[in-house]
């Protein structure tokens, strides 16, 4: 009796056993959801959490205390197209096919060519449900860089960049049509395109919560013009800032039958309207998370969170107020730390420390191989950037990269480069092949205010070296004349 007791005993703790190790490794093969949320324009300093302190970004503030925040980060670049093209195709703009804000008549941007890995690409490998909601700017309808032919199964917002500049578009485009907005002709305002962007994305969670999904939301806010409801958050900010001086467009920006797409309008309270944009750009955050825990998916949701390039001094925008860029010198534009440094957050509920703050050295061409072996997907493309994923699970082996790299063919060409403490910028390259190098220790001085490249001649040469290493020659992006 006791020896049959002992033999089913030992029968009922086999099968439990195996079942339990069956919910352990079927546990282990879900797939994280994934949502990169991107600003645009937003400032390293404009969050609560990096030291802003005129304007609100709770839900922000709470998703890095809740996560993990990198101090050491950066973007693709330091305008729109090219830190787009720089993040989805994991390199750096010394390889990526776009470099510049390169437009199309009528509308549109020079495309992405369609034969190379992206992000949503490999998230299709992986299995995953793929939207984008916002910003296109990387090639118009029916070209190789149409979102559609990128690996997005769903697109809506802008796909031009320059029709971006606008708030109140006549139409927006949902993959290859337009959508036209109630009461917006280009001379009336009624319904504001940020708005009917975020109601799409949080439409795209809803109906890709059983599955697993990448969704990408490139935000146009606080991206010039600068327009907002004038509602409570609004009046909010008009209170606190007091009487302002206001914008007035130049011909072509405001509403109505002279306006030109790319312009900006006037606007009467420049400071409280950018307030209360970055606000609602936060506001949005947090309705994208309450929508997760509606679902139910919120702990197996990874959200990340960053910002295209530095702040913009365009439509009247005053950075300085805000002390958008902190202590980091340059804007948008520039590729002194203010034009490129990005907070970056990223947040796994259980599986990322909460509170962490991280200083490893990264850009945005490492979160195609992050994304990628975060859901299991093998890279055998040759890549610039480099998973990060040790680092934000807390493991070892975390490896680092020898040295960052940007250029930029406006305002003359220039160049930068950080290994290290070290940062290199050099200007003026369309004008000489062979410009100046600045130097800088970004440990000791932050804010590159010191040149130090006559102290350190073996450092310098050692950059001019890496600065032709790292620029492969594109004849659509000239970085030299």
Not at 276 to 301: F, H, P, S, Y
Not at 321 to 329: A, D, I, V
Not at 425 to 430: A, E
Request: charged share 25%; with cysteine.
């Amino acid at each position: 009796m006791n020896l049959k007791y002992n033999l089913f005993t030992l029968f009922i703790i086999f099968l439990w056993s195996c079942n339990n190790q069956k919910e352990e490794v079927s546990m282990a093969g879900i797939k994280p959801n994934i949502i990169f949320i991107l600003a645009d324009d937003l400032g390293y300093g404009d969050l609560g959490i990096t030291g802003q302190t005129k304007i609100e970004t709770p839900n922000l503030d709470k998703l890095a205390k809740e996560g993990m925040l990198f101090t050491n980060h950066y973007s693709g670049s330091t305008v729109c197209a090219p830190s787009r093209s720089a993040l989805l195709t994991g390199l750096h703009t010394g390889h990526t096919p776009v470099r510049g804000n390169f437009e199309v008549v009528p509308e549109g941007q020079y495309p992405l060519p369609d034969t190379l890995l992206t992000i949503p690409k490999a998230m299709k490998n992986a299995g995953y449900a793929t939207g984008a909601f916002g910003k296109w700017g990387l090639g118009f309808v029916g070209t190789s860089g149409d979102p559609n032919n990128q690996g997005f199964d769903q697109f809506f917002g802008y796909n031009c960049q320059r029709y971006a500049h606008r708030y109140y578009p006549e139409y927006l485009w949902g993959n290859d049509q337009k959508v036209y907005l109630q009461g917006n002709d280009w001379t009336n305002k009624e319904t504001y395109a940020p708005e009917i962007i975020h109601l799409k994305s949080l439409e795209f969670l809803e109906n890709n919560k059983d599955q697993p999904f990448f969704m990408f939301v490139p935000m146009v806010i606080p991206h010039a013009e600068l327009a907002v409801a004038e509602d409570d958050v609004f009046q909010k900010y008009r209170n606190k800032f007091g009487e302002e001086k206001e914008h007035i467009a130049p011909q072509g920006g405001d509403y109505g039958p002279d306006m030109k797409i790319p312009g900006y309008q006037s606007v009467k309270y420049p400071r409280a309207t950018y307030a209360a944009m970055v606000e609602n750009l936060d506001r949005q955050v947090g309705e994208i998370i309450e929508k997760l825990e509606e679902l139910g998916i919120r702990e197996n949701t990874i959200i990340a969170f960053a910002s295209d390039n530095g702040p913009h001094q365009e439509g009247g925008n005053d950075p300085d107020f805000f002390n958008s860029n902190r202590e980091y010198r340059g804007y948008k534009r520039d590729l002194y730390e203010g034009g490129i440094k990005t907070s970056l957050i990223v947040n796994w509920p259980g599986k990322i420390k909460a509170g962490s703050i991280s200083d490893h050295i990264s850009a945005f061409w490492d979160l195609l191989p992050t994304f990628a072996e975060l859901t299991g997907e093998k890279i055998v493309e040759n890549l610039d950037g480099i998973s990060f994923v040790p680092t934000l699970l807390g493991k070892p082996g975390q490896m680092q990269h020898d040295y960052l790299y940007w250029e930029f063919i406006e305002q003359g060409g220039k160049q930068a480069i950080r290994k290290g403490a070290w940062k290199a910028v050099r200007l003026n390259l369309k004008k000489d092949a062979n410009p100046p190098i600045e130097l800088y220790n970004l440990d000791e001085d932050p804010a590159e205010s010191n040149n130090i490249a006559d102290l350190h001649p073996d450092i310098v040469l050692e950059m001019s070296k890496l600065f032709e290493e790292a620029h492969i020659p594109n004849p659509e992006f000239k970085l030299f004349e």
